[in-house]
């Protein structure tokens, strides 16, 4: 498809917020999605900004529907895609998106979420406090009860946990389809990955906004309904590259700054992590520290695979035998309290003497 734009006759006026709206087979979602979008209660400026990347079924039929219903209750409506017939990747439908788009706050969108009626409003009120943080909400997961665990996890974190939980297999701490920024913060961080299938653009786009020294907020009112499919692009992600990621930034901003630190959790996330480091980072590894006896009758963990002779033998201990910084491989919520119970217990501050990781 050529790139083509449905604009109102004023489209050279000011707007306050473009929705970043990237598409790729999303008809069974649209309705809904863009029926939000009118619904919104926001009094400023809004502009749709949607890139189609690729889609094979009538997704653009639908949006170009739509597009004179936005445009009557004021909201230009940029659509536009590319001629080939592959998709080329969320972060590349998004970067177009962006490019095509004028407004000074960006909120970013999913076809297959729903924005809640106040959502650009309040989000737009905290981007005016934090020009240079990632905003994010907190969320309804659809169907109702899917991923719980992360849900709830998404939803309770408290400010400074938004800075020290991170590194964890969850991912971004505010996630990517409740973002929205100032277009300048944007700008001196992106553009976002486009490397395709598989690369997760948000979390790396995330990690550069956190090393350009921004910020991470989140408006504590649920302003988007998440849904949970089994088409969501977030399923094409290895679990190795996140991994690789998480390592590479938990060395990058963590453990470059301790002189070291044991391990929390002698099984096997604790050993995945020890191997994944540095050599630099492996020596700081004074211990490894469990609850589990038969573990810490063992004494000792060998790193079989080292080249160095003898083989490193990392001591596995109880954790209370042990000292901090922690670096805790043992995932939350799982454990029935127990876990949180013995870091209360040792009195630990979080993002000071621990981080979590798995």
Not at 148 to 162: F, K
Not at 184 to 210: A, H
């Amino acid at each position: 498809m050529s790139q083509t734009a449905c604009r109102a006759a004023d489209a050279g006026g000011p707007i306050d917020v473009s929705i970043i709206l990237p598409m790729y087979n999303g008809a069974r979602w649209l309705p809904a999605c863009l029926q939000a979008v009118l619904d919104q209660d926001f009094q400023g400026t809004m502009e749709l900004c949607v890139f189609d990347d690729a889609s094979k079924d009538d997704s653009l039929d639908i949006v170009s529907c739509w597009a004179a219903r936005l445009e009557q209750q004021g909201i230009p409506t940029l659509v536009s895609g590319h001629k080939s017939t592959e998709p080329r990747g969320v972060g590349y439908a998004k970067n177009q998106a962006v490019a095509q788009s004028r407004g000074r706050y960006l909120c970013f969108q999913d076809v297959d979420d729903v924005m809640m009626p106040e959502r650009v409003r309040l989000q737009c009120e905290a981007a005016v406090r934090n020009p240079s943080s990632i905003i994010g909400c907190q969320i309804r997961r659809e169907p109702e009860g899917s991923t719980e665990r992360y849900t709830r996890w998404i939803n309770s974190l408290s400010p400074e946990q938004l800075l020290t939980q991170m590194y964890t297999s969850h991912g971004p701490t505010v996630i990517m389809p409740t973002w929205f920024c100032t277009r300048e913060w944007f700008l001196r961080v992106g553009p976002f990955n486009e490397g395709g299938k598989g690369v997760p653009e948000d979390l790396l786009f995330f990690y550069q906004s956190l090393r350009q020294g921004g910020g991470v907020c989140r408006v504590d009112r649920c302003l988007l309904v998440y849904s949970y499919h089994e088409q969501a692009a977030s399923q094409s992600v290895v679990e190795e590259t996140i991994w690789k990621h998480r390592v590479m930034f938990l060395q990058e901003r963590v453990l470059s700054q301790w002189d070291a630190f044991t391990i929390w959790n002698a099984g096997k996330q604790g050993r995945r992590l020890y191997r994944s480091l540095s050599p630099t980072n492996q020596k700081k590894v004074r211990a490894f520290c469990d609850v589990d006896h038969k573990k810490i009758r063992k004494g000792f963990y060998t790193y079989e695979e080292s080249e160095e002779t003898p083989k490193p033998r990392i001591p596995i201990l109880h954790f209370r035998a042990t000292n901090s910084p922690y670096i805790v491989c043992v995932k939350l919520d799982m454990t029935g309290g127990e876990l949180e119970a013995n870091l209360l217990s040792l009195r630990l501050k979080e993002g000071v003497d621990y981080y979590h990781f798995s």
